[in-house]
């Protein structure tokens, strides 16, 4: 079948069943003796951070999330006028990234400047229903950067720069089937982070803006903007 709203992409393949779970590789003593190994080096290195002062932060952190898209896309007819499709409807996707924190100049007693370099995976897409309800997932790994500013050692604003390889896009409406080869594989976002930390647990909230167009097809364009809510632990 031909897509709805003309994104000249034929989707005429069948759809494919995806395993959820992969036969195991390992036999079940050595998966154990695994967990257990990384339980032992998980307690030494927690050792080993008690015995800091409470003031020093190593500046690694883990965030994890869900994040709502939006996605406009302008298409180009054959008589010369252009359509616009907006994937906009409530859908929620997973993120998770690391990130370290390195100190560039303490402001004060409890206010610094800091760069904050970050590696996640995250999915993203976008959401439309016209006469039946489609989904558009991408899976992604993002690199990027921020320069954050700490505000007494709890409030930190973070304006952000990234780029993320889209690996998969998927189309979901009855079936789901593979779309990758009909986007791009590079983008870029800018975004803001806002965040709070109590202790070494933190909360925030972000804004992407995306800056490159993510459609393939000639005269086709699509920027997605994205908005995320995070927890995270700093170690």
Not at 20 to 29: E, Q, V
Not at 70 to 85: A, C, F, H, L, Y
Not at 106 to 116: D, E, P, Q, R, V
Request: net charge positive; charged share 20%; proline share 2%.
């Amino acid at each position: 079948m031909r897509i709805g709203y003309e994104y000249n992409i034929v989707c005429d393949v069948q759809a494919q069943k995806i395993p959820i779970f992969a036969k195991p590789f390992i036999s079940s003593t050595m998966k154990n003796y695994l967990i257990s190994l990384l339980f032992i080096l998980s307690l030494t290195t927690f050792n080993v951070k008690a015995q800091e002062t409470k003031q020093k932060n190593a500046g690694f952190g883990i965030e994890a999330g869900v994040g709502y898209n939006t996605m406009n896309v302008i298409i180009k007819k054959n008589n010369g006028e252009d359509s616009t499709k907006s994937l906009n409807q409530l859908w929620m996707q997973p993120c998770i990234r690391v990130h370290y924190d390195l100190v560039l100049k303490h402001i004060g007693a409890n206010n610094s400047l800091k760069l904050k370099p970050f590696v996640g995976y995250y999915t993203y897409g976008g959401k439309l229903k016209e006469s039946s309800t489609r989904i558009f997932s991408f899976s992604a790994i993002e690199l990027g950067t921020g320069l954050s500013f700490d505000v007494n050692n709890r409030f930190q604003i973070t304006p952000l720069l990234k780029g993320q390889y889209v690996m998969k896009v998927s189309e979901r409406t009855k079936t789901l089937q593979d779309v990758t080869k009909y986007f791009k594989s590079f983008g870029a976002n800018v975004g803001l982070q806002l965040r709070f930390k109590y202790k070494r647990f933190t909360v925030g909230g972000e804004a992407w803006l995306g800056l490159t167009n993510c459609m393939k097809t000639s005269g086709n364009s699509g920027k997605e903007n994205n908005y995320r809510l995070l927890i995270g632990y700093e170690f």
